[in-house]
Nanobody, 119 residues
Framework: QVQLVESGGGLVQPGGSLRLSCKVP????????LGWYRQAPRSLRDVVAT??????SYSGSVKGRFAISRDNANSILYLQMNSLKPDDTAVYYC??????????????WGPGTQVTVSS
């Protein structure tokens, strides 16, 4: 089964930075969007940032601090996280949406990488 693979998580102090990476397998075709999601303790998985075409979108809590980008040549999705806060602590998941047909899509996920922000 095709799976995305995240890396770059770890323990960081408040105010610090991390950059997450996601390797997107080249055999995932017709990708319509890429994104990062996170699941904090005792919370549901929620969107952090997405790229759809050339349009980037961020959740309000990370806007101005996080930046999503991609390296198309190497099939890597990045999430640069700056000014990290304890509330950013979560498991971060990489996501790709593939269009199967005109009205049918498939989500691909990675296993997640833990980000812990603590002093």
């Amino acid at each position: 089964q095709v799976q995305l693979v995240e890396s770059g998580g770890g323990l960081v102090q408040p105010g610090g930075s991390l950059r997450l990476s996601c390797k997107v397998p080249r055999n995932i075709f017709n990708i319509t969007s890429l994104g990062w999601y996170r699941q904090a303790p005792r919370s549901l998985r929620d969107v952090v940032a997405t790229i759809t075409g050339t349009e980037k979108s961020y959740s309000g809590s990370v806007k101005g601090r996080f930046a999503i980008s991609r390296d198309n040549a190497n099939s890597i999705l990045y999430l640069q996280m700056n000014s990290l806060k304890p509330d950013d602590t979560a498991v971060y998941y990489c996501n790709a949406v593939s269009r199967i047909s005109s009205n049918r899509y498939t989500n691909y996920w990675g296993p997640g990488t833990q980000v812990t922000v603590s002093s």
